[in-house]
């Protein structure tokens, strides 16, 4: 039987893409499948804030940070703290990661159209040691444009590629199962589901009209994580962070399901890691939610108090914007799957940030204008206020009574008592006009305010919580949100995957989400922040040319 072309790409995500843009590139034929309708072409890419994890860039320097790859990679080891037999690929894949990230990645991107907001981030700041988990320096580059600036250069080359006919789209096909001939992965087959209009991100109809068998030398998973499937996401959730949550929101469309990893680890590809994964815990529930169960990740700033759900501060070093699996380690341990940010409308003004493009249209509009207006600080981002006003997990009220007793009323637990909470923050707030500061969360905020990216849109002048002149005073609902998976099919840095005999599967590469973003999942327990997008690229970029290589 003739192949239907020389490698299948399941998944028009960003791994997907890039594969698939590489192989088009390199004169071979692509099929790109993908069971969602052509309007959802780019996957969770496209709903993305288009962070990226860059090392020693042009942005940096202007800004006055000093990195490199030695304190990169210190950073990201202090971050994985791989410590299984299986980390051996991942670990290969880490090294191999920061390198791109301080070498071509920024290069090779800018090369294709894409371009950078020049205010670098401070994601994931740790708070331990020198080689304990964190980023040393800022390195979020947040793209122009958000995810679909990162998604748009791919999607180009690849509609080119359509055009000149080496790549074709089969949408609407969902991949039930790998075909396997003599050893070797060989194609795919699955179901034509029903053509569906729903918009971008909405949950599409599952209905069968029809089957498909597609046959290729090759072919590339790249079906992202398991995020959107909270019943996989709590069958793997791991001990070591204490029960599943019983509550959860979604920080992913409901095509994150999980299904062809379960497909791919059937036909016996090895699955490693699979404990591994990347929820954060300041999950607000969508007042105008897209995707069941929808909700929004906050990138808060450093200034908010946060509270348990009885009411105690938690520990140091996890302040807002330190270390996400420590805090929802925390927070699991209080016996109660949510926590509060109390703030003041200063610092919700200049600290909230939303991840997610829709949530930031100014970025994502690609408007100097409108993104200009983050520095004046005269109010929050529009999608900000409107969460204030709109959403559930928000309650703004004048004094400190009233404020907890609607947190009380909203959670239903009535576990916070106002003398308790008030003795807290007026504490804190006594180490703000304390010059020496014994406050860790204190500290951190005089220090990120030495970084001039901070002092302009990121942290707040500070000040006391109780002082009305910066109020009135924010409660905010946390909740725990789902989004990353960490591990996934062992690699090699072809991309080719290992069966569980742990020889490699001729035939069978993967890529993005589902290869732990490479290697089986090269963030080891813990991420850096904006290496997921950096890890589609880097991984899709090695299993398309190595695919289109291997093609006859
Ligand atoms: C709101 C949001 C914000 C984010 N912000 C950032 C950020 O700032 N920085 C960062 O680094 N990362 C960020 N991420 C994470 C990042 O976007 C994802 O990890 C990445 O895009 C995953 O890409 P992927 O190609 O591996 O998978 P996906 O995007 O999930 O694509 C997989 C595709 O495969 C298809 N598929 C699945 N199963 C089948 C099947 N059986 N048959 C056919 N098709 C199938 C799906 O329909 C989907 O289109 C964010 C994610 C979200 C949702």
Not at 51 to 64: A, N, W
Not at 440 to 455: E, L, P, S, W
Not at 460 to 474: E, M, Q, S, W, Y
Request: neutral net charge.
């Amino acid at each position: 039987m003739a192949d239907d072309a020389d490698v299948i790409v399941v998944g028009g995500g960003l791994a997907g893409l890039v594969a698939a843009a590489e192989i088009a590139d390199a004169g071979k034929r692509v099929i790109v499948v993908d069971q969602e309708g052509e309007q959802s072409l780019g996957g969770q890419a496209f709903w993305s804030f288009g962070g990226l994890f860059l090392v020693d860039s042009p942005e940096q320097r202007r800004l006055g940070i000093k990195d490199s790859f030695d304190l990169a990679l210190q950073d990201w080891m202090g971050s994985a703290g791989f410590d299984r037999d299986e980390d051996l690929w991942p670990k290969r894949w880490a090294e191999a990661y920061v390198a791109f990230a301080a070498g071509e990645k920024r290069g090779w991107l800018r090369a294709m159209g894409h371009r950078i907001f020049p205010v670098v981030g401070w994601a994931e700041r740790g708070g331990y040691d020198a080689m304990g988990h964190g980023n040393s320096v800022p390195r979020f580059h947040v793209s122009w444009g958000t995810g679909p600036g990162v998604v748009e250069p791919f999607e180009r080359r690849a509609r080119q590629a359509q055009a000149n006919g080496r790549l074709t789209f089969k949408f609407r096909h969902r991949v039930d199962a790998l075909s396997i001939t003599d050893g070797a992965v060989d194609g795919v087959s699955g179901a034509i589901l029903e053509a569906d209009p729903v918009e971008r991100g909405k949950s599409s109809s599952r209905k069968v009209v029809g089957d498909f068998t597609l046959r290729a030398q090759a072919v590339i998973v790249a079906s992202g994580g398991i995020g959107g499937n909270h019943d996989l996401v709590r069958q793997n959730w791991p001990k070591r962070l204490g029960e599943a949550p019983k509550n959860m929101i979604s920080g992913v469309p409901e095509h994150v399901d999980g299904r062809m990893i379960g497909i791919t680890e059937a036909a016996g590809a090895r699955l490693i890691n699979r404990d591994r994964m990347w929820h954060y815990v300041e999950g607000i529930r969508n007042w105008s939610p897209i995707w069941p169960r929808h909700g929004i990740r906050i990138l808060p700033g450093p200034s908010s108090m946060w509270f348990d759900a009885t009411g105690t501060r938690l520990p140091s070093p996890l302040f807002p914007g330190s270390d996400t699996l420590g805090q929802l380690h925390y927070i699991m341990s209080t016996g109660y799957d949510y926590s509060w940010f109390v703030l003041t409308q200063s610092i919700i003004k200049k600290e909230f940030a939303l991840s997610g493009s829709e949530q930031n249209p100014d970025l994502t509009g690609k408007s100097w204008l409108m993104t200009a207006r983050r520095t004046t600080n005269k109010g929050a981002p529009a999608p900000v206020e409107a969460f204030k006003t709109h959403g559930v997990d928000f309650i703004v009220r004048d004094n400190l009574a009233d404020l907890i007793g609607a947190m009380n009323a909203l959670s239903g637990d009535s576990l916070l008592k106002l003398e308790y909470v008030k003795a807290q923050i007026e504490a804190r707030d006594r180490e703000i006009e304390n010059p020496y500061v014994k406050d860790t969360q204190v500290m951190n905020i005089h220090n990120a305010r030495k970084y001039i990216g901070d002092r302009l849109i990121r942290t707040a002048k500070p000040h006391r919580i109780l002082d009305p002149l910066h109020g009135p005073l924010i409660a905010v609902k946390l909740n725990i949100l789902t989004r990353k998976t960490l591990g996934g099919f062992e690699t090699d840095l072809d991309s080719r995957v290992f069966g569980n005999d742990r020889k490699i599967m001729p035939g069978l590469y993967a890529a993005g989400e589902a290869a732990g973003f490479g290697g089986g999942g090269m963030h080891g327990y813990r991420s850096l922040e904006g290496t997921f997008l950096g890890g589609c690229l880097f991984s899709g970029r090695n299993a398309g040319r190595a695919a289109a290589k291997a093609a006859g």
